[in-house]
């Protein structure tokens, strides 16, 4: 008994000796380590919901640009956004995958402002995942077809098909 208590404080030792050679030379503030997501146990809360829009180019394009004014073409789908789900995408809850390309002019309003704001500067060819905070979507209100509760976060994998 008393061999494997030995062991397993030198075992111990050689622990903290690893960790603190790996250990940064520097100390680290409070304010430089980010905070984990908050999550409530026990609760059906998704997580952190987001709070701006977030734009990232999966595929950039190289035809003409989508600018203000402009006849925009895309294809997409739509998913409650879902920070802890895989990719962030919850129930998927619309799509124009199989179907025509939906066409809208950009920045008149037609489309939620996360749409208005995400698509701006795009290129023909082009992928972006959009990820829209609910006052740039639905807000407080639910979305037409009871598909969208208020409040949510959407996220949507667009392709700019054609602008005219």
């Given at each position: 008994?008393?061999?494997?208590?030995?062991?397993?404080?030198?075992l111990?030792?050689?622990?903290?000796?690893?960790?603190?050679?790996?250990?940064?030379?520097?100390?680290?503030?409070?304010?430089?380590?980010?905070?984990?997501?908050?999550?409530?146990?026990?609760?059906?809360?998704?997580?952190?919901?987001?709070?701006?829009?977030?734009?990232?180019?999966?595929?950039?394009g190289?035809?003409?640009?989508?600018?203000?004014?402009?006849?925009?073409?895309?294809?997409?789908?739509?998913?409650?956004?879902?920070?802890?789900?895989?990719?962030?995408?919850?129930?998927?809850f619309?799509?124009?995958?199989?179907?025509?390309?939906?066409?809208?002019?950009?920045?008149?309003?037609?489309?939620?402002?996360?749409?208005?704001?995400?698509?701006?500067?795009?290129?023909?060819?082009?992928?972006?995942t959009?990820?829209?905070?609910?006052?740039?979507?639905?807000?407080?209100?639910?979305?037409?077809?009871?598909?969208?509760?208020?409040?949510?976060?959407?996220?949507?994998?667009?392709?700019?098909?054609?602008?005219?």
């Open positions: 008994m008393q061999r494997s208590s030995i062991f397993a404080a030198v111990c030792a050689l622990a903290t000796s690893v960790a603190q050679a790996q250990a940064p030379s520097t100390p680290v503030t409070p304010a430089e380590v980010p905070a984990p997501p908050a999550m409530v146990v026990g609760s059906a809360t998704p997580g952190p919901a987001a709070e701006q829009l977030i734009v990232t180019d999966t595929k950039i190289t035809g003409r640009e989508a600018t203000t004014g402009s006849t925009v073409y895309m294809h997409y789908s739509g998913w409650l956004y879902r920070p802890l789900a895989k990719n962030m995408h919850g129930k998927l619309d799509s124009s995958v199989g179907r025509e390309p939906l066409d809208f002019t950009l920045g008149a309003g037609r489309v939620i402002k996360g749409w208005d704001q995400g698509i701006q500067g795009m290129r023909v060819g082009g992928k972006r959009l990820i829209i905070p609910s006052d740039l979507a639905y807000g407080s209100r639910a979305a037409p077809g009871g598909n969208i509760p208020p409040n949510s976060a959407l996220i949507f994998d667009v392709e700019l098909v054609d602008v005219k």
